[in-house]
């Protein structure tokens, strides 16, 4: 196969590569560089060098779940939990417009309840009004300072933003504006209908662990697998761009698990992998099944090796799915400092700076070491821009950065 092609790989054969790539003593180091470099050169082909933000506001810890692993499920104690305006919210994603960034993405724990609906419908149909706003203004502007002749159709276009009928997702403004990604749960059909109408159009799930089995060892049983599957066949249906994920080092999961989640990602048209080490976090059930698998074992090496096998299977995900996008979580810095710069050199494309307010990181804390929580957004800003510089690529501007794979696949 040539450098840069996409390459079907089925389960087996993943499996096959990940122990050639990862395991300490069996790895073939030659088989390990050339799996990052045809991943690289494949994100290269579709993304250039350009790496997608999203601005990640996590707007509210208030949860009704109780995944046994996280740390701000319902009966996780110390944990003050908080809200944010939606005036403090809105002004949040004005700045990230403001700043370049193409997407922001609002997450939070799980809330079913109508009144997280209105929050969030009106939320984002503020943030999509106002930054198409922006944006036709600026354009009206930008005739004028040009000596060009008044555009009457750009009036109109105000006119109707302006107005109560105005509605997020009309396809008239898409990728005007800033894009919106949700992160917020399992929800009705008809919610999620609701929230797509509202203008969101990227939603994040992850299935955590695609091995039924395994999903309820780390979920109490009124969080069915077959509900959070639903979920996401639903998110498919309704017309967002998908994005999900799994944990990586949940106790009792294996290599095979691993091979099997990427075959999941492909077979159920996932447009977008967000993958993580899992962290242990202080008072989770989960962390004390952890420590009684890998409580011998020098936890800063076995963290170590997670990172690294997280970056394979980041790179298997790009070679067997092309032009889905890639995201280089949070996770993977708190284990390495420069944890996204090689993941992004390893297959990913897509960062998520955060942007919640710094009075509020330390109260989003879903494990233990999550980096950044005394930073403010400026901050995460200019740090992440160094970075990037720091491996040969740079932000895309003000695109919504959809993954191309939703509308073509390879
Ligand atoms: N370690 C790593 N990732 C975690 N998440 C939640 N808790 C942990 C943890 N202890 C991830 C889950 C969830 C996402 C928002 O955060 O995968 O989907």
């Not at 054969?13 to 003593?25: A, D, F």
């Not at 977008?272 to 008072?283: A, F, L």
Request: glycine share 8%; hydrophobic share 35%; aromatic share 8%.
């Amino acid at each position: 196969i040539g450098l840069g092609e996409v390459v079907c790989l089925g389960q087996n054969e993943i499996h096959g590569l990940m122990e050639m790539c990862w395991k300490e003593g069996s790895r073939d180091e030659r088989v390990r560089e050339a799996l990052f470099a045809h991943a690289n050169e494949v994100t290269r082909r579709f993304f250039g060098n350009k790496v997608f933000y999203r601005g990640l506001i996590e707007f509210s810890n208030v949860c009704q779940n109780d995944c046994l692993y996280c740390g701000i499920r319902k009966n996780q104690p110390n944990v003050e939990r908080y809200t944010i305006s939606k005036k403090q919210l809105l002004s949040i994603a004005l700045w990230a417009h403001d700043n370049g960034y193409g997407s922001v993405m609002l997450q939070s724990g799980e809330l079913n309840h109508p009144a997280r609906m209105k929050y969030l419908t009106d939320v984002i149909t503020a943030i999509r009004r106002e930054t198409v706003l922006t944006n036709l203004e600026k354009e009206k502007r930008h005739r004028r300072h040009s000596n060009q002749a008044e555009d009457p159709a750009i009036d109109e276009l105000i006119e109707e933003v302006r107005s109560e009928s105005f509605i997020g997702s009309d396809p008239r403004f898409k990728d005007k504006g800033i894009g919106i990604a949700l992160s917020v749960g399992e929800l009705s059909e008809a919610d999620y209908r609701r929230l797509h109408e509202a203008g969101g159009h990227r939603y994040l799930l992850r299935i955590e662990s695609s091995n039924p089995e395994l999903y309820s060892k780390i979920h109490p049983p009124t969080q069915p697998f077959a509900k959070r599957l639903a979920c996401l066949r639903l998110l498919k249906k309704v017309g967002f761009q998908v994005g999900s994920g799994v944990m990586i080092g949940i106790p009792g999961q294996t290599l095979e698990d691993l091979a099997r989640d990427i075959v999941f990602f492909r077979d159920e048209d996932i447009d977008m992998v967000g993958m993580g080490p899992y962290i242990t976090q202080e008072d989770t059930p989960v962390a004390d099944m952890w420590q009684a698998q890998y409580g011998h074992v020098d936890k800063k090496e076995h963290m170590a090796e997670m990172f690294d096998l997280t970056t394979v299977l980041i790179s298997i995900c790009r070679i067997t799915m092309g032009n889905i996008n890639i995201a280089a979580t949070t996770a993977l810095q708190a284990i390495n400092a420069n944890g996204r710069e090689v993941a992004l050199r390893r297959g990913a494309n897509v960062l998520m700076p955060i942007l919640t307010p710094t009075q509020f990181r330390e109260n989003y804390q879903l494990y233990e070491g999550k980096p950044c929580i005394t930073d403010t957004a400026e901050q995460c800003k200019e740090c992440l821009n160094f970075r990037l510089k720091s491996i040969g690529k740079e932000a895309a501007k003000a695109v919504w950065g959809d993954p191309p794979h939703f509308y073509q696949h390879v």
